[in-house]
């Protein structure tokens, strides 16, 4: 059997982000995952994500934030591959949006340039856009797109070079943790360390069956739609629009530089806007995946879409599915397992984890390798949903 200083149990954004941060290091780590680093049928997929900094989800991420982006932009000249597009972020809505209002007060808190775009002004700087009247909007001019698969396998290149292995197409069935170790039970057998991360996103429910009760995984569709003959998306932002209680919002990411939109084989439809609609009650097996896409999802993004971007709801040029683990408020699990000390974790990033990788997978390992965090998860723990005693 195998010792390690640490094992990273899913290869994911986090996954990846925690075996470049052990093999810097020095740490002897091994990394283990179910089908291949950025593969298609988790979460850290689908071409481009949005990153960003004034946080309207929680004011207390905005360090994690901005340490995440510090070293995206550090991976990006250590890789030589490009991964951070600053194209802006606009989050749009009513005066009295939770998303308008919570970006404000994450800007405002933390000192982000924010330009607020009051409502006649939305339409003359966006002109892609036909939000109701009344929409103000919030643009983060320092945000924009990273490109998750391109992210992903950068940080386990660099890993690799440091001498970190990995272990792919590999199930876990089992973490145990004694006094001395942590013990990896595998399909190819055991593996032994010092400590391990568990960052396998939907299948962290069925490694950790504590926090099963507070993580839910679910099935979203992301679509690449052309825009209307003779618009030109270029210049567009990412975008948010908060489309009031009860409904969910509607966000879309700009074409990412670069990739081709032409017909055959070689085009990619990130060439295209991608649209999708944050969040979705439908439940899904990992294992078994989310059913394919079928023209009821497309339509019904691309009708929504319509209403508020005529000029950009053309035809849909690709579309796919994508997972969320969601926790019952949103935020992220991320800490030690109860009653042990040599397991830890990040898990139910509920949709909006990617930007936070690096943070997430540096803070793992401090915790993993030094016993200590430099960087502020606390607010992050799954204790706040313990029973009152």
Sequence with gaps: MNHWDLIVVGVGAVGSAALRAASEAGARVLGIELHSPAHARGSSHGHSRIFRHAYFEHPEYVPLLRHSTRRFESLERESGSRLLYRCGVLIAGSPDSPAVLGSLASGERHAIPVDVIEAESLRSRFPWFSFPRGAIGVLEANAGIVRPEAAVDAAVDVARRRGAQLRIGTRVHGIVEDETGVTVETEDGRERASSAIVAAGAWAPRLMPELAPLLAVTRQVQAWIAPVQGTDASGMPCWLYDRGPGERPIYGLAPVPGARTGPGSSASPAGHPKVGLHGSDEIVDPDVGARSVVPQDTER?????????????????????????????????????????????????????????????????????????????????????????
């Design 301 to 389: 993004i691309r009708e929504i879409y319509r209403t508020i971007a005529p000029s950009l709801a053309g035809p849909v040029a690709d579309a796919c599915t994508c997972l969320y683990t969601m926790s019952p408020d949103g935020q992220f699990l991320v800490g030690t397992r109860r009653g042990l000390r040599r397991t830890h974790f990040a898990a139910g990033l509920s949709g909006h984890g990617f930007k936070l990788g690096p943070a997430l997978g540096d803070a793992l390992v401090d915790l993993a390798l030094h016993g200590r965090m430099h960087l502020p998860i606390g607010f992050l723990s799954p204790g706040r949903f313990a029973a009152p005693s």
